[in-house]
Structures are given as C-alpha cells and as structure tokens.
C-alpha cells in the first residue's frame, strides 16, 4: 500500500476543483499548478498550495512535464492526478512522474501507450472479441492501399487520425473522388497536431449514438464497470449533454456491452479509471472506437447514478487498495449533466471572451464549475466553463430539473450556450430519447435562438429602467428621485438590444411609475431591488423580478431564462470600428496566425484574407465583396478582441 498524503493536480478550471474537493474529503492536502492567466482562479485559490508554472499557453505551462514535476518536489506532493486534457493520456508524462518516484493517479505508462492509438486499441479491441467499427487499421499507409481499402468499406468513409482526440483529426469521404486528397491533407493535418501521421479508416456510421462504459480496474487485477453513459449530442463531434443511463439500451444490451468493456479492460491489466467508448447504430449494433485512459468530463452522471466518487476510487486504486466489489452498483434514477461553454451556439459556436460579473447556479443540480464572479474568461484554454448535473428519479424530472436550473443561472457578462442548452432540454426530440451524433444539426431550426417578443424585451427593459431608479432610492420611497409634481415630458433611457433600438419613456407619477416602449404602457405600482433581484408589481398585483447586472454603459438583465444584453446609447456610438465601408471586423477574439493579402492587392468576393485562431478553432476572415485591400491593421502574431478592425476592402 502506497500513503498518498499531498497530490499536485496537473489541470485548471472546473476538473482541478472537483479533483481537490474529493482530495480534501479524503484529508489529503492539495497543490495547484497554475499559469499566468490563472494567478488569481478558484482552483489555485481553493488548493492548500499553489506553484507557478508558467505563461499563459499551455505548452508552455499546463504541457511542461518538468515544470509540473519541478512543483511536486518543491511541495513534496506524493502523486499527480492529470485530470482530463491536456497531459492526462501522455504515456510520456504517466512514465516521467513515475521515474520521480511520484504515483500517477491513472493507468501505467504501458496501457496509456497502447490504448493511446485508435489503431492499436482497435487490434487490442478486436483481439479480445469487442466489435469494431467496419475499417482499415493496418501497417501500410499508403495511399494505394488507402484507397483500395475505403473502396471495400463504401461510402462515405471516415478517415480519422489514430492519435487524434477531442473530435479532431476526422474527415468524412461521401465518394472516392475526394479521397486521395483527403488522405493526402489527413496524414499532413495529423503529423502536426499530433505529431503521429498514421490514419484509420472506418465505416461512417448513419445516425450514431454515442454510448461508452466507465471502467475501473484495481491492481489485484479486478475489472468491473459501473454501467453506461449515452452523449450523443454533440457539435464538432465533442459532447454537450450527456446522461446515464442511456434511453437507448435494454438490460441485454446494456449487460453486452458492459462485459464487452471489462473484456477490453483485462485484456490489458486496465488498471485506474477508464471509458471505453462505442457507438450504436440505429438497429442497436455497437462498434468499439477507442478507450479513454483518464477521468472522462462526463464522470458525473455516473457519479450520481450509482453513488459511487470516482476520483476517490482513482486514489483507493491508486494507493494499491483493492476495488472490494466485482459488480456494479445498481443504477439508480437518472442524471443527466449539460457542459456550460464560453461560446455563441448561434454564431457557429464561436468561442467568446469576457467578465463574469456573477456566477450563481440554484442548489438544485450539482455544479462543477471553474469560474466565479469577477472571472475573466480568456482565449488561451478550452471554452468549457463547467458542467451542471440534475439527478432525479425519472429522466424526465432530470431534463426537468436541469433545464430549470439552466433558466435560472446567473452569469452576466459572457456569451454563453446556456440557453441552447435549455432549449435542447426542451426539445421533444430530446425528450423521446430520440438522439444521434447529428441532434445539433437535425433540429437546428427549433434550436436556435430567437430574438424575444415585444412583451419579453418590456420585462426586461422596464426592469433595468426600475432597478435605475431604485439603485438611486434604495428604500423604495414615496417619492423617489424623478418624480414631479407637475408631470411634463416623459423621462427617456435609450437602450440598444443587438441592433435594436429600445426607446423607453418613463414617468414618476404619485402612485409608482409608468413606462411606455412600443406603444404600451405599463403601470407599476411597487418596486424594490432585493440584492441584484429587481421586483416590481403590476396591474391586479402581479409581482415578478428581473436580475439586474450593470457595468459601465453595459447591462446583462435575466428574464425568464432569457439574458438581455443592453447597451446604453450615448456612449454605445463608438465612431470608427463597425461603421467603416467594407471594415472586415475580426468575430472572435483571438490571435492573427495568418495575413493572407498584402495592402493594394485587389480580391474577389469570398477571398481569404486573414486567419484567427481561438483555443484549438481557426477561423478564416473574407473579403464580403470584391475590391482592393485599402488597408491592414494587424500582423501575424496579434492578439485582437472581438469586433476590432482587421482590415478595409472596397470597391
Ligand atoms: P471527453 O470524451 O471526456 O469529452 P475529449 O476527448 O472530448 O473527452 O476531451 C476532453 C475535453 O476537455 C476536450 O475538449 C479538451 O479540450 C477539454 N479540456 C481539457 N482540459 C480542460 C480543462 N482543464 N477545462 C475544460 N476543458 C478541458
Ligand atoms: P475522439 O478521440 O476525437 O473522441 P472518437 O473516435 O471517440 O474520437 O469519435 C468522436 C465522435 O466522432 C464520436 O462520438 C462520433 O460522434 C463520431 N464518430 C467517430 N467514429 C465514427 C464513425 N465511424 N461513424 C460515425 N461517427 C463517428
Ligand atoms: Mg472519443
């Protein structure tokens, strides 16, 4: 048995937190490592101690091994939990904290390394009788055989990287025409992200689901696995929601594929947590694809479903304990967790940045989250914000549950996909249990969001118009300021909701104030300001509340789910910036890694003319008509903020 005593965690946000809180449950004391941009985070205030690392880019922080090791000696840390991410399946890093004498919370360096490669996994995978996607997983990669064998497997074909991760590193063939050169592109693609040309070919399955297997294997060589987890709903094949159990399976399949997991565990000497990962046709058929050697982020609904603390069972195991039962607890109720992400779900999901002003989450779901008001919310690490969990005895009191909780989250200040995921709550489709791999893009229409009713946007903006009135008569006096003896001329607050102008007329009158916008009146007879909770009263005494935050001209104000963003007018007209004729405007804030024109160079409409990158996403920036480059106000290597001028195009 090995005494773990202090553990270093190698990781940021959300999963440090949840890894630390486990930790300090066990009376285990807790080191952070932390980047530049992380100095002042939860997880390195929560954490007993806290070491340096590094500048913000992960490869030069949360990626340097020597770093991280530097830090476990100076703290005299007895292991490392990698948590998910970044170095939690380098098979280099499992053995470099192993050699310093250091235990890693995971798998040995041997299974990392060879469950590491799809390629490999798939041999292991078949070899001990788990079925495999349909495909071509062998030594010779050259394009002749490439080809031949997609020819075998039919259209369309995936080709996908067998060192790719995070839903990257895939392509999908619908005809042999496109293949040589998606072939050629894959192996070029692959070799720089991950440093590992070898590709795969599968079977693109139609209609998938995406349903995987928490497996835990002690070092007395026990395998159990704790049942399934179905995250079918993605975008860029990387999961949004995820559930267990899965509305998809029967006990004889769930059984099947849960024996099939424990199978692949032993065939390795699985040792740590780990998921096994399949996807099911719509028939039913289940295909392996790959195994997970970490802490998935989806441990949670596993976590509530069979009341077990994953990452106490990393560190039982870790510390050579036995697992102490042979069969998973029973699965009960239904859980199902939302990934809470610093991106627009109705901008092609662009990852966004800003100030959160506030972070509240009801008490009714389970909150694993990284940020808490006052966070800056950057561009050097992934959009995931965190995770809320609902648990509950039906699927349809967890969807229920969940969604509420969505509604009511408090975050001003950043872009969210808050409401998407509301939304998708909603959906009757969802709440079928009708799901595969293409959710997102099946029910776009239904999902995306709408720009709010008349009567929606008057709640709101007759609450920020209130809570300007009660922030300056806190004790909601009879006569508060703005109020006349005399009424004359309405009183007028000039908002801007996206493009659209909220004109709002208001009057302090003897018996509370009256607010017109569009046409309507709205009599108001009480308000208060509760916290940041605005309530008012209205006609036949119906009494509602808004939240209100307020920085600088910029206001965030929830209602009913919905959060508005106001600007105040008179300081929202920046001259310059979006009002320039043929101004390209960069959509995200991120860094320049391409300049693709010079100045004076005439373009056609649709050309390239500068590459952003934001966390792992590039995106290119074109010419929206065709005309000469006038002018370039950025280089390569500049980090710029949304809506900052990148370069004029005109006719
Ligand atoms: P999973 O199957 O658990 O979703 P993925 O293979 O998609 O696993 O990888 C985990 C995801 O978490 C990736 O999108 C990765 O970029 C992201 N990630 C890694 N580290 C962090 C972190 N500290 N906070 C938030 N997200 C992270
Ligand atoms: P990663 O390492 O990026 O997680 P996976 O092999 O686990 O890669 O696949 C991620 C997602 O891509 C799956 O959940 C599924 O949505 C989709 N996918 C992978 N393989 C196939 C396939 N053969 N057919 C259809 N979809 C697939
Ligand atoms: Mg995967």
Redesign the pocket.
């Known amino acids: 048995m090995r005494a773990i005593d202090k553990v270093l965690i190698a990781n940021r946000g959300e999963i440090a937190l949840r890894v630390m809180r486990t930790c300090r449950q066990m009376g285990i004391a807790t080191v952070a490592v932390y980047s530049d941009a992380d100095a002042d985070a939860p997880f390195v205030r929560f954490a007993d101690e806290a070491v340096r690392i590094g500048p913000p880019p992960a490869r030069e922080s949360y990626l340097v091994t020597n770093a991280i090791l530097d830090a476990a000696r100076q703290t005299g840390a007895h292991a490392i939990h990698p948590g998910y991410g970044f170095l939690s399946e380098n098979a280099g890093f499992a053995e470099a904290v192993a050699d310093a004498g250091l235990v890693f919370i995971g798998p040995s360096a041997e299974v990392i390394g060879k469950l590491g490669s799809k390629q490999a996994a798939k041999r292991i995978a078949r070899a001990a009788g788990v079925p495999t996607v349909p495909g071509y997983d062998g030594d010779d990669q050259s394009a002749a055989t490439l080809v031949a064998e997609a020819a075998k497997i039919g259209f369309p074909v995936l080709v996908k990287a067998s060192a790719g991760?995070?839903?990257r590193g895939m392509r999908i063939v619908r005809d042999a025409g496109g293949l040589a050169d998606a072939i050629e592109r894959a192996r070029g693609e692959a070799a720089t992200a991950f440093g590992d040309d070898t590709l795969l070919l599968e079977r693109y399955v139609d209609r998938p689901r995406?349903i995987?297997i928490q497996i835990l294997g002690d070092s007395h060589g026990n395998v159990v696995h704790l049942w399934e987890r179905e995250c079918s709903i993605q975008r860029r094949?990387q999961k949004v929601v995820e559930e267990a159990p899965s509305p998809a399976l029967d006990p004889e399949r769930r059984a099947a594929m849960g024996k099939a997991a424990v199978e692949l565990g032993r065939a390795v000497g699985y040792v740590g947590a780990g998921t096994v990962?399949f996807i099911a046709d719509q028939q039913g058929a289940f295909y392996f694809?790959?195994v997970?050697t970490r802490l998935q982020v989806e441990h949670p609904v596993t976590e509530l479903t069979t009341g077990l603390d994953l990452v106490r069972e990393q560190i039982r195991i870790a510390r050579g304990e036995r697992l102490g039962y042979d069969a998973a607890p029973p699965q009960r109720g239904w859980a199902i967790e939302v990934r809470l992400c610093a991106e627009d779900p109705d901008r092609d999901y662009l990852p966004t940045a800003g100030t959160l002003h506030a972070v509240e989450i009801p008490p009714t779901v389970r909150a694993d989250i990284g940020v808490v008001a006052g966070s800056e919310v950057g561009i050097h690490y992934d959009s995931m914000l965190g995770k809320l969990i609902a648990h509950a005895p039906t699927r349809g009191e967890a969807a229920q549950v969940l969604r509420r909780a969505l509604d009511e989250t408090w975050m001003p200040g950043l872009v969210t996909n808050r409401e998407q995921l509301s939304r998708i709550l909603a959906h009757p489709a969802f709440l079928a249990g009708e799901l595969d791999t293409h959710f997102l893009e099946t029910h776009a229409g239904e999902l995306a969001g709408r720009t709010p009713g008349l009567d929606r946007v008057r709640v709101a903006a007759v609450g920020l118009a209130l809570h300007g009135i009660a922030s300056r008569a806190p004790d909601d006096a009879l006569a508060p300021p703005g109020w006349r003896n005399v009424p004359f001329a309405d009183q007028t607050l000039a908002f801007k909701l996206g493009d659209a102008d909220v004109p709002l007329g208001y009057r302090v009158v003897a018996d509370g104030v009256e607010l017109r916008l569009g046409g309507k009146t709205t009599k108001v007879t009480r308000h208060g300001l509760d916290g940041d909770r605005l309530w008012f009263v209205e006609h036949l005494g119906h009494r509602r509340s808004v939240r209100v935050a307020r920085a600088g001209a910029k206001a965030w104000v929830l209602s009913e789910g919905t959060l508005f963003h106001f600007v105040e007018e008179p300081r929202f007209a920046e001259p310059g910036a979006r009002t320039v004729a043929g101004g390209l405007i960069a959509p995200m804030p991120g860094k320049v890694v391409k300049v693709l024109v010079t100045t004076g160079e005439v373009v056609v409409q649709g050309a390239a003319l500068v590459v952003l990158e934001a966390m792992k996403m590039e995106h290119t920036v074109r010419a929206t008509g065709a005309g000469t480059v006038r002018a370039l106000h950025v280089a390569v290597g500049d980090q710029v903020d949304a809506d900052r001028l990148l370069a004029v195009v005109t006719g």
Do not use: D, I
């Open positions: 991760g995070g839903g995406h995987e094949h990962e694809l790959e997970n």
